[in-house]
Nanobody, 132 residues
Framework: HVHFVESGGGLVQNGGSLRLSCATS????????IGWFRQAPGKEREGVSC???????AYADSVKGRFIISRDNDKSTVYLQMNSLEPEDTAKYYC??????????????????????????WGLGTQVTVSA
């Protein structure tokens, strides 16, 4: 069974840093792209960053230069290092993958991110709160 577990969220001051982890299981991790998304109450979900199966990365314009995505294929885990956090980054963060293609090829990240790919496996999320 495909399983995603996010961790690492918490409360941080404006300008601080957090590192999120997405531990995955139940699928061939090396073959798929993993995306980070976020959603705040009353707002639409937005794509944050993506790590492709070959190590390429993509970022939303709002986080470029502040967030860094990485993956460890041996651990089937994706990380999101978040620096220079702002109150606008407050949201619940989710990791996800897609297993059928609409835009990018399987395992690839659309640029700009997010694209049209139908992410269909999701974790339950981890809350990030940034205080002013």
């Amino acid at each position: 069974h495909v399983h995603f577990v996010e961790s690492g969220g918490g409360l941080v001051q404006n300008g601080g840093s957090l590192r999120l982890s997405c531990a995955t299981s139940g699928f061939t991790f090396d073959d798929y792209a993993i995306g980070w998304f976020r959603q705040a109450p009353g707002k639409e979900r937005e794509g944050v960053s993506c790590s492709s199966s070959d190590g390429a990365t993509a970022y939303a314009d709002s986080v470029k230069g502040r967030f860094i995505i990485s993956r460890d294929n041996d651990k089937s885990t994706v990380y999101l290092q978040m620096n220079s956090l702002e109150p606008e980054d407050t949201a619940k963060y989710y990791c996800a993958t897609y297993t059928s293609s609409r835009g990018a090829m399987i395992g690839q990240c659309s640029n700009p991110f997010p694209g049209l790919d139908p992410y269909d496996y999701w974790g339950l999320g981890t809350q990030v709160t940034v205080s002013a």
